[in-house]
Nanobody, 122 residues
Framework: QVQLVESGGGLVQAGGSLSLSCVVS????????MGWFRQAPGKEREFVAA????????YYADSVKDRFTISRHNAKNTMYLQMNSLKPEDTAVYYC???????????????WGQGTQVTVSS
């Protein structure tokens, strides 16, 4: 079983920055493609960014491209999401997830964190 724990959410003004972390545990030596998703109240969970097992390939939703950066440090079992130029529409609960394949679809992800709230004020 894989456990994921996010941290780093909070309240920030529009134009500000936040950095999220996701620590992976439970299967030492196993490295998976991973992703970040978000869900705003009343909306479906949506793809934000994904990264392959080595970190050599990254993928972004159009809405966050050039503002957010996904990365990972496998020796620390940690994935990151650096969020710059934040907008009020970025307000959501952010989830990290791990999968057996790189994907933009939440249905392809097998393991999920509990989520961390990001609130951007105007």
């Amino acid at each position: 079983q894989v456990q994921l724990v996010e941290s780093g959410g909070g309240l920030v003004q529009a134009g500000g920055s936040l950095s999220l972390s996701c620590v992976v545990s439970g299967r030492p030596g196993s490295i998976y493609p991973m992703g970040w998703f978000r869900q705003a109240p009343g909306k479906e969970r949506e793809f934000v960014a994904a990264i392959n097992y080595s970190g050599s390939s990254t993928y972004y939703a159009d809405s966050v491209k050039d503002r957010f950066t996904i990365s990972r440090h496998n020796a620390k079992n940690t994935m990151y999401l650096q969020m710059n130029s934040l907008k009020p529409e970025d307000t959501a609960v952010y989830y990290c997830a791990a999968s057996r394949v790189v994907s933009r679809s939440p249905q392809d992800y097998d393991w999920w964190g509990q989520g961390t709230q990001v609130t951007v004020s105007s």
